[in-house]
């Protein structure tokens, strides 16, 4: 009854009790948001590239070498040769391995060399495959196949043509060597969408004229000689490989680090991908600390509406004490309360945030290529609740012990 | 006396206990078993019904409840006693008037038959004939549960009603201070 009685106080200061509620209920909603898309951004992360077991490239750092062969982020400093390729081809351990060539790019996107290996073995978020959204991988030599940010941000169909630029961010382009867009691929949420995808051959052809990165006065070998040149390239950027077996990785990995023709990297995507969020993550712990604190705010807010509702319940206390509570009762009546509220307010909050998810999953997917899951509540955030709740009660001793001194001041009378 | 603000000198004894020899728990069991109070206004908790305000001094004193086992139903009683509408006991204290209120606080006062009634000008807030009836209920009450009533008025025409009158000014000189 007592109980019933803390609840109808509660009821009838219901503007302000609710007031409260909801700033708890929005401050727990933005922490358990900021969790979510921080995991869901880890997760996106991690799943830029998967099934791929080692990525190769010219000897640099492994972050570098993820960087520009993944999220095409920064430059190669030295290619592959064409021969060091054909050598880690051939070995027994390799599964399959796809070629990437970087270097050019079209308007701010980068321009990907690859074979067609590439969309068989390119694996995102648990192993999905890249998909065509509009027409058709490429077929002829200066056919080209676009992400879908590169389609979205140009407004390029299928048939439109492109011209690539040499390097990146160049005045110069392969005026004489424009592509064809023969295809677009759905929306991954990794750096293929931001990639223009060529064969290997095209990027061999567009440079034909081409000698030590500028271009040469007065020659252009027309289309016709060039589909008939040899186009097989001379160095790549970086390769992806698959093993047979994982067990096979590291001694792959320990072949190539130690390839004598040439300074080769392997990296496993793993392990590079840790490395490169525990850089970014300082960031992520850096939101989070923040919306920590608007919960503190929202609960010391709670503790400051409790203290200046005390003098309007002094009369309340009164009656209570009158009927013989004690001092610990009201004391005790304070603290029930503001976990009461506290716990609506975490209970309310974790609603929000479901249905924000539900609102905004498929838009952040869309905008952003973040996939934010949408899981059942789990451990963590019945530890946010709990200890939201624990914090409350917590706060709530400054009012409640000012409440029991009052009480114990005032006796049953009440001065005002 | 009712043991919420101990004497500084001297000793208060209520019911052949002295009270400054409780510990402060004690003092406020003491009082829940002891002593049914009526104040001069605001008696109830407005959000509570008026049965849950009844009721209330009973959560605090298990002797009180022991001598009503079926509180509820000798709550709904009084209340019938005392002129209080049929079903009042569900309706919110908020909603009543205040010289409902103060009987409901009569209700609760008496309810576990206490030993002693305090009542700290509980007419002041009403008109001269809802005074009388109000004590002439009061007193009704008070005599069949043979409780004490110690009354604190400002209006010297309740006077004849009681046994003992004690004024304020003979204690006054008596402490040898200034009201």
């Keep these: 009854m007592i109980l019933r009685l803390a609840f109808g106080s509660l009821l009838a200061r219901a503007l302000t009790v609710g007031m409260t509620i909801l700033a708890i209920a929005l401050s727990v909603a933005l922490f358990l948001g900021v969790e979510k898309v921080r ?20 000897r640099s750092g492994s972050v570098q070498l993820l960087l520009y062969s993944v999220f095409r982020i920064g430059n190669a400093t030295n290619n592959v040769t064409w021969e060091s390729y054909q050598d880690i081809a051939s070995r027994s351990e390799v599964d399959w391995i796809v070629p990437i060539s970087l270097g050019d790019s079209h308007r701010q996107f980068r321009v990907m060399g ?24 490429m077929g002829d030599l200066f ?59 095209a990027i061999e052809a567009i440079h034909v004229d081409w000698k030590s990165g500028a271009r040469v006065p007065g020659q252009s070998t027309p289309e016709e000689i060039i589909r008939q040149m ?79 509702s005390l003098n309007e319940r002094r009369r309340e206390m009164a009656i209570l004490r009158a009927m013989g509570a004690s001092p610990f009762t009201i004391l005790g009546l304070l603290v029930l309360e503001s976990a009461l509220t506290a716990f609506c307010g975490a209970v309310l909050g974790l609603g929000i945030l479901y249905v924000g998810l539900f609102v905004a999953q498929p ?27 624990c914090a409350g009660a917590i706060v709530s001793m400054v009012p409640a012990i000012r409440a029991f001194r009052l009480s114990l001041a005032d006796g049953m009378i009440v001065k005002s | 006396m009712c043991g919420t603000v101990l004497a500084d000198s001297g000793e208060v004894n209520v019911g052949g206990t002295n009270l400054n020899s409780l510990s402060g728990w004690a003092r406020d069991r003491f009082r829940a078993e002891q002593i049914g109070i009526i104040f001069q206004q605001f008696n ?6 008026v049965l849950d305000n009844i009721l209330l001094p009973l959560k605090f004193a298990p002797k009180r409840r022991a001598r009503c086992p079926d509180a509820a139903a000798k709550a709904i009683e009084m209340c019938k006693l005392l002129g209080l509408p049929e079903g009042v006991e569900k309706s919110k204290a908020a909603n009543l008037s ?82």
Excluded at chain 1, 39 to 58: H, M, P, Q, R, Y
Excluded at chain 2, 110 to 126: F, K, Q, R, V, Y
Excluded at chain 2, 147 to 166: E, G
């Design chain 1, 363 to 389: 838009i952040v997917d869309q905008a952003f290529g973040l996939y934010l899951p949408i899981t059942p509540p789990g451990m963590s955030e019945l530890w946010v609740i709990i200890t939201v709740v």
């Design chain 1, 39 to 58: 995991t869901g951004a880890k997760a996106s992360f991690a799943d830029t590239i998967s099934g791929t077991d080692l990525i190769v490239g010219a």
């Design chain 1, 114 to 137: 690859t074979t067609e290996a590439f969309f068989e073995h390119y694996k995102y978020r648990n192993g999905r495959s890249l998909a065509i959204q509009q027409g058709e991988l």
């Design chain 2, 98 to 179: 205040v010289g409902q209120q103060q009987r409901v606080a009569v209700v609760r006062a008496l309810i576990g038959e206490p030993p002693i009634l305090i009542a700290d000008e509980p007419t002041s807030s009403l008109d001269e004939t809802s005074q009388e009836n109000f004590l002439d209920l009061l007193f009704a009450q008070v005599a069949a549960q043979k409780s004490t009533l110690l009354m604190v008025s400002h209006d010297p025409r309740l006077a004849s009603r009681f046994d003992r009158v004690v004024y304020m000014k003979d204690v006054v000189s008596v402490e040898g201070r200034q009201a």
């Design chain 1, 230 to 308: 040899d186009l097989t390239p001379s160095s790549i950027t970086a390769a992806l490989v698959g093993v047979n077996s994982p067990l096979q990785t590291f001694a792959l990995q320990r072949a190539i680090n130690e390839y004598s023709e040439e300074p080769l990297l392997a990296i496993l995507p793993g392990v590079a991908l840790q490395e490169l969020w525990a850089i970014v993550g300082i960031a992520e712990t850096a939101l989070l600390a923040v919306s920590v604190m608007v919960v503190v705010t929202a609960l010391l807010g709670m503790m400051a509406t409790i203290l200046s």
């Design chain 2, 44 to 49: 109830l908790l407005p959000f509570g019904t």
């Design chain 1, 143 to 201: 056919d080209a196949v676009i992400g879908a940010d590169v389609a979205r941000t140009l407004g390029y169909n299928t048939g439109d043509p492109i011209v690539v630029a040499h390097g990146i961010a160049s005045f110069s382009e392969h005026k004489d060597q424009p592509f064809r867009v023969s295809g677009i691929l759905e929306k991954t949420g990794t750096p293929v969408d931001r990639t223009v995808i060529v064969s290997l051959e």
